[in-house]
């Protein structure tokens, strides 16, 4: 004879069901203010930092380095926010949130390297600035409204970028990574403040 399922394990069971539904329908909401005002304000310094260089290499090597310090900025700033909120970054709503960023940033890594292999930098602004964009707009399917218009700004500026001059392309590159992170990073603070 099968033991009887106590209703506390009958409980569990459901609980399990609710949570992994919640999970795949909930939206990622573990976006950090203060990893995008940090980032923001790298960007803004490197931007500066940019504008007093002499040759396209120079300005790149200069966002590189702002890249290497803003990534895991806002990789710890995401990590953080989502264990203090609960949220498992490997699972659920959580990781479509992390592969949709993660997989254009990856492309625009990949043809970055093309493009400085050939010294051919007209591009990695526009490169830069859409496929970035286009990381933060997926994923902003899977958080806030607001990180979706983040998404669309960068793509916006990525488009005007392609066919801006070099001087206005790089000063897009420093409104987009500057002041977009830097301005959604406050707004989220904001937010954060009201509702706690």
């Known amino acids: 004879m ?36 940090l980032m923001g304000t790298i960007g803004i310094v490197a931007g500066l930092a940019a504008a007093r260089v002499q040759t396209p290499r120079e300005w790149v090597l200069v966002w590189l380095m702002a890249a290497g310090l803003a990534l895991p900025v806002g990789v710890a700033a995401m990590v953080h926010r989502a264990r203090s909120g609960g949220v498992d970054l490997a699972a659920g709503v959580a990781r479509r949130f992390v592969l949709s960023l993660a997989t254009p940033v990856a492309a625009g890594v990949i043809l970055s390297a093309g493009l400085l292999h050939r010294e051919s930098y007209d591009l990695l602004p526009t490169v830069w600035l859409t496929l970035y964009g286009t990381g933060v707009l997926v994923a902003g399917i899977f958080s806030t409204r607001l990180i979706t218009v983040l998404g669309i700004c960068f793509m916006g500026l990525g488009t005007v970028a392609a066919f801006a001059p070099w001087w206005l392309a790089t000063v897009l590159v420093a409104g987009g990574f500057g002041g977009l992170h830097l301005l959604t990073g406050s707004i989220v603070l904001g937010s954060d403040r009201r509702s706690g």
Not at 4 to 31: K, N, W, Y
């Open 2 to 37: 099968q033991p009887v399922p106590s209703v506390h394990d009958h409980a569990e069971g459901h609980l399990r069901v609710i949570r992994s539904a919640m999970e795949r329908a909930g939206s990622f909401t573990a976006v950090p203010g203060w990893g995008g005002v």
